[in-house]
């Protein structure tokens, strides 16, 4: 049986808040330093392998993330692949902040409800899904690269294990790791959250919405 091989990786580290805990704007930030280094270690642990596509959300941090992973492919950008878009955190009320974040991937997620009280899940998906159908119709690659985002890959998984529109919150994405799957007549989902820095993932046991919450200050 013929497979196809998808590397599906989310963008390396980045800072969403300033030290005083001001928000900067998602679509702008770029690489830390540790980003920098972690996207490398992807590079070196995906050394060797021939992308016949290297496709990104378009946003400068999963362009610059797919630059350093696989240098010899220009990135292609698929918009409808960019990250869920949060609302404005000024705007949910003091009381719910905490559930907004630390509730945001939990458990099955409903469609109607909104990440940081922006973008509701059953929009995400309107996206996301058909992008990922139309890359799985181009029968030109064997091999694919994606560097996208912990929600759409989020997303993506729960299609390649349920084989339906779902969105299960509990595949947790470290910066830069790595997602491997194999599409044939079903999906084969080989390995997930490989994060090539830290196999172990010995670095802590936050989740990254737990993390934004801690770096948050209203």
Same mark, same amino acid.
């Given at each position: ?86 609302? !404005?955190?000024?705007?949910?009320? &003091?009381?719910?902040? $905490?559930?907004? @974040? *630390? +509730?945001? %991937?939990?458990? =099955? ?44 890959? !989020?997303?993506?998984?729960?299609? &390649?294990?349920?084989? $339906?529109?779902? @969105? *299960? +919150?509990? %595949?947790?994405? =470290? ?44």
């Amino acid at each position: 049986m013929s497979r196809r091989r998808l590397y599906l990786m989310r963008h390396a580290d980045v800072a969403y808040f300033d030290p005083d805990g001001k928000p900067m704007r998602p679509q702008d930030v770029p690489l830390t330093p540790a980003g920098i280094e972690q996207a490398r270690a992807a590079a070196g642990a995906l050394a060797g392998i021939r992308f016949d596509r290297v496709v990104t959300s378009g946003l400068p941090r999963a362009v610059e993330t797919a630059r350093l992973v696989a240098p010899g492919v220009e990135p292609e950008s698929l918009p409808e692949l960019r990250e869920l878009e949060p609302g !404005r955190l000024s705007e949910i009320p &003091a009381g719910e902040l $905490e559930e907004a @974040f *630390l +509730g945001a %991937f939990r458990g =099955a997620v409903p469609e109607d409800r909104t990440f940081l009280g922006g973008e509701a899940i059953g929009s995400f998906l309107d996206r996301v899904l058909p992008a990922l159908e139309g890359l799985v119709a181009d029968e030109s690659w064997d091999i694919l690269l994606a560097v996208l985002h912990g929600a759409v890959n !989020r997303a993506i998984l729960s299609y &390649a294990l349920t084989g $339906e529109r779902s @969105f *299960l +919150g509990g %595949f947790e994405q =470290a910066p830069g790791c790595i997602n491997i799957l194999d599409i044939g007549e079903t999906w084969i989902v080989r390995a997930v959250n490989v994060a090539p820095y830290d196999l172990a993932h010995l670095s802590g046991r936050q989740t990254t919405m737990e993390r934004l919450y801690s770096q948050y200050r209203p």
